[in-house]
């Protein structure tokens, strides 16, 4: 069918679409998708792969979830949007039902918004406002999203532009495998506070901290790094804003949120991605008393709080429950990190395995001794991957690591069948 034809596609995309988007393809040859079900993508030719990365973390529950998809169909049928002035009911239940997946003891409340960089970009706007500090502590290696104040808290270059704003110091990322520091969390915490002494006027409005670093390679804060991290940048009358765009709702397995594994109640916490299943929706969950002087400064976006998109995200969470999909992110994402670690043991470029949940990466490395990243061999591996039915990610600073986020209902067959492509990619290496 004329529609479906690749090489129209590609020639429309190179004549109409911005340079921004153009080379934005991470396969050597494109992939037209069709179809999605589950973990599961099809495409035009009616082939089969494993999505092991989420149509980028988005997928939570399932490709074209026949419940997600149902809600959101029955509510555009209804009312497709209404902006936030009027008082739908679909928004406001999904404000309660994600302030009550919040730390116990405390008010929360949700501002709705189109995407997770929106979100970010909010909750800068709430801390400066409530702190009436404009320093912000943001760690290398992290991704907060493309707009330009999301910009300026990303610590990887290539995401980072003329024209963002400033006033943000970067701190070192407690990376246990390759951290300037070496493996630990107090070096990390100190150098926070240096940081606060050195490169800030002395008060912040905040820190920003993904609890598992997405797009940095699967970067997990270390035991103490982020209620440490909280406490120091709170003695500088800072806030503790949690990034759980891609570690939220489930996905690491242990916990609904990531920042629970270290016991840390943040001042904000931002998520998106998940929430919608593909849905685009974004939200920014605060403790009351932090938001409330947003009051003064009216601030909405239109499609936030649309109700197609709200009621995706209830029936995302309604889902979740149902198909108790966090335990098995916790058991299948656990036997794929042991088939992962099982692959180290055989294959000397294998430098690091790590994550936890469905949250997981190897890192590839010319030789373990000089741990130098080995892009090529990333390449090789990725590719060699498509070409057996496995969609995965090339991510962290140097596009070395292969990151694993699948949908969270995925199997232990699919488990088996990751684990014995990865093996044949390496060995063909
Ligand atoms: N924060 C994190 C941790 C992300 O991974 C992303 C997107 N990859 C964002 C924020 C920005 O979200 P969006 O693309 O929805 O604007």
Known sequence: INEWDLNKTAARRDKYYASSLTRFTPFRDPIVFRKGQGQYLWDTEGRKYTDLLGMNVCISVGHSHPKVVAAAMEQAQELTHCTTMFYHPTPAHLAEELAATMPKGHEWVVHLTNSGSEAVDLAMTMARTFTGNLDLLALRTAYHGPTAAAQSITGISGWRHPGMPGNVAFVPEPNQYRGIFGPGTQPYLDEIDRTIASATSGNVAGIFVESVQGYGGIIEMPTGYMSGAAERVRAAGGLYIADE????????????????????????????????????????VARKHVAAPMAEKFMFHTYGANPTSAAAARAVLAVMKEETLQKNAARVGGALLERLKDLQTRHEKIGDVRGKGLMLAIEIVSDRASKTPDRDATTSVFEACREQGLILSKSGADQSVLRMVPPLCLSMDDVDQTAEALDRAFQNL
Do not use: C, H, Y
């Open 245 to 284: 765009v891609q570690s939220g709702f489930g996905r690491t397995g242990a916990n609904f949120w990531g920042f629970e594994a270290d016991g840390v109640v943040p001042d904000i916490v931002v998520m998106a991605k998940g929430l919608g299943n593909g849905f685009p929706i974004g939200a920014v």
